[in-house]
């Protein structure tokens, strides 16, 4: 055992060594509080907001834990891969405390980006042979000489995987996939190879339980067993089978589970409808007023398929009761004949004039092979219209036909869409008519979606009627402009030829609308809006212009659309709000 002995000189080093002691330990504290500092948010030095975005996304999960040597690591092994997974494998990487916060900060000299030198990808296997391959190779994410994206890879792998199931290759597997970083050359190359195996077809079409529209199940298939598999064809059926009237649940998909033979079942899970089924709404709208709306639906009434539909309709200015009688021919949704009718009454909806409008009309509706629902009709019609306490009756009968086609992606909120209703009619005084007229009319519409968040609608109304005397034409028949639907900032059906203070209605319709909308909130969008056109029998009035911004709210039954307009023609300039549920085209 060592003792220490201390004389005079021993009392100033024992009061050194207290000293010594004293500020080790001081240090020591000080060392240790240093390093239990959080690192609660991170800040970069000067670099791409790419990188700086999946840097941070990155570090995330590793936020609001006290700082040490096992966290440097982790905080740096994770930055250097968030920037070689955007290309970045030269990178320096410094971290750093900003002064007396629980901020972190960043910087790298981030270096030149590795490129793809080449994108090698072969498929063995019958998929080598198809047509629709060669579509998805150049549509792939990653091309030979971008920056390397890690992400780009992955999607490139689920895109050919998707492409081969949806075109029925559901025995492809993975020869190689691989991708080569040579980093002192600083390129890289993407290496997938895989064999497709055979393609299936489709097999038995399996009803889940017993439906009274088995018929039109079996009908409707846009496929005949043995046809080679594709998921396109499976989901026209899909769509199909619930644009009948019959179901209230439909389910189509492979039993993959199943497959043999190259030849894979397909299950359909159907739920009929109740023999009878009601539907209540109710809304507003600035043109006719509070709304409300029910709805009748007989979906099985024959061992065919015949099917009814009633509504009734009750609004403060309009309102309004129809059936309809359906008859398939071969298709239920677009070869069928109609039988339709109604009554209708109108209390000063275009302002001054009363209505009572009945008709009858049989339908014959088809397919056309370009995709048009052609639609031949014979319609009786009555209508009294009072105005000025002056009451005018008329009696029609009108044959005629349209032809109407939509198509549109993405729902009841679409990115790209387009419609299109031509209709032709005819009534002549000898065949129990009040007057001859031809009346031709063109409707169309086209919306379109740019960059995310822009989207621009157009629409187009033109028509003309051939009379002797558009004072003997039916008041419903005749030509209007205005309102929510039409020119806004202008009342409904109040853009005309007017005589002796009294509205006529026009031969001649044009108008044209072209509205922007910009998405700044999920649900939101901002719209600007231009409409201009003309009712008229001549052609010598001025056109009106309306012009107005207005919000749209996105719902899942379609957007909300509040519009505030201007009549930029009109001499008061007055504006007017407007309100519409519903989708753009």
């Not at 088995?214 to 009908?219: E, G, N, R, T, W």
């Not at 598999?229 to 492979?254: C, H, R």
């Not at 109710?282 to 009748?296: D, M, Q, V």
């Not at 000025?388 to 009968?397: Q, R, S, V």
């Amino acid at each position: 055992m060592l003792h220490w002995h201390f004389g005079m000189g021993g009392k100033y080093l024992k009061l050194f060594a207290i000293v010594v002691i004293c500020w080790c330990l001081t240090f020591s504290l000080s060392t240790q509080a240093e390093a239990q500092w959080q690192v609660e948010a991170i800040e970069f030095g000067e670099m791409p907001d790419e990188l700086s975005k999946n840097i941070n996304g990155t570090l995330k999960p590793l936020l609001n834990q006290p700082f040490s040597q096992s966290l440097e690591n982790k905080l740096l092994s994770q930055t250097e891969r968030a920037l070689q997974a955007l290309g970045y494998y030269h990178a320096n990487i410094t971290l750093s405390r900003v002064e007396q916060s629980s901020t972190l900060k960043i910087e790298a000299e981030i270096g030149e980006p590795i490129r793809w030198k080449s994108i090698q990808i072969e498929i063995k296997g019958e998929a080598n042979k198809d047509s629709f391959l060669q579509k998805v190779l150049s549509s792939i994410p990653i091309k030979a000489n971008d920056i390397v994206n890690h992400d780009n890879y992955e999607q490139t792998k689920s895109v050919l995987e998707s492409s081969l199931i949806s075109k029925g290759y559901f025995d492809f597997k993975w020869l190689t996939h691989r991708l080569e970083i040579h980093k002192q050359k600083n390129f890289a190359v993407a290496k997938l190879k895989l064999d497709s195996g055979n393609r299936y077809r489709f097999g038995k079409v399996e009803v889940s339980r017993q439906s009274l529209a088995k018929k039109y199940i079996q009908s409707l298939a846009p496929f005949d067993e043995n046809t080679l598999y594709d998921e396109n064809l499976l989901s026209e059926y899909n769509l199909a089978l619930n644009k009948t009237p019959y179901f209230s649940a439909i389910k189509v998909y492979p039993q993959l589970q199943n497959r043999k033979n190259n030849l894979v079942p397909i299950r359909i899970e159907v739920v009929d409808k109740p023999a009878n089924t009601f539907e209540v709404g109710g809304g507003f709208s600035t043109e006719i007023g509070a709304k409300a709306r029910f709805k009748w639906s007989k979906p099985w009434i024959t061992e065919d398929g015949h099917f009814f539909d009633g509504n009734l309709f009750v609004a403060e200015k309009q309102q309004r009761v129809t059936g309809s009688y359906s008859i398939p021919v071969s298709n239920p949704n677009d070869d069928l004949w109609r039988v339709t009718t109604g009554y209708a009454l109108e209390d000063e909806l275009t302002e001054g004039v009363n209505s009572k409008i009945w008709n009858v009309q049989l339908q014959r509706q088809w397919l056309t092979s370009n995709n048009w629902v052609r639609t031949a009709f014979l319609k009786r019609e009555h209508e009294t219209t009072t105005q000025a306490g002056i009451t005018d009756k008329t009696e029609m009968l009108i044959p005629g036909i349209s032809y109407a086609k939509k198509q549109a992606v993405g729902g009841v909120t679409p990115s790209w869409g387009q419609q299109t209703l031509i209709s032709l009619e005819f009534a002549s005084d000898d065949l129990i008519s009040s007057t001859t007229l031809f009346k031709a009319q063109w409707e169309q519409a086209w919306l379109r979606k740019f960059a995310l968040k822009h989207w621009f609608i157009a629409r187009l109304d033109a028509g003309a009627i051939v009379t002797d005397d558009i004072n003997e034409v039916p008041f419903n028949l005749r030509f209007f402009a205005g309102g929510d639907q039409s020119i806004r900032g202008f009342a409904y059906q109040s853009v005309a030829p007017y005589e002796e203070g009294k509205i006529v209605g026009g031969k001649y319709l044009a108008t044209a609308s072209v509205e922007y909308n910009y998405q700044f909130m999920p649900n939101w969008r901002l719209a600007l809006f231009v409409d201009s056109g003309t009712a008229t029998n001549d052609f010598s009035e001025s056109w009106a212009v309306g012009a107005g911004f207005g919000f749209r709210y996105i719902t899942p039954v379609g957007p909300i659309r509040l519009d505030h307009a201007w009549g930029l023609s009109k001499e008061s300039k007055s504006t007017r709000l407007s309100i519409i549920i519903g989708p753009e085209i």
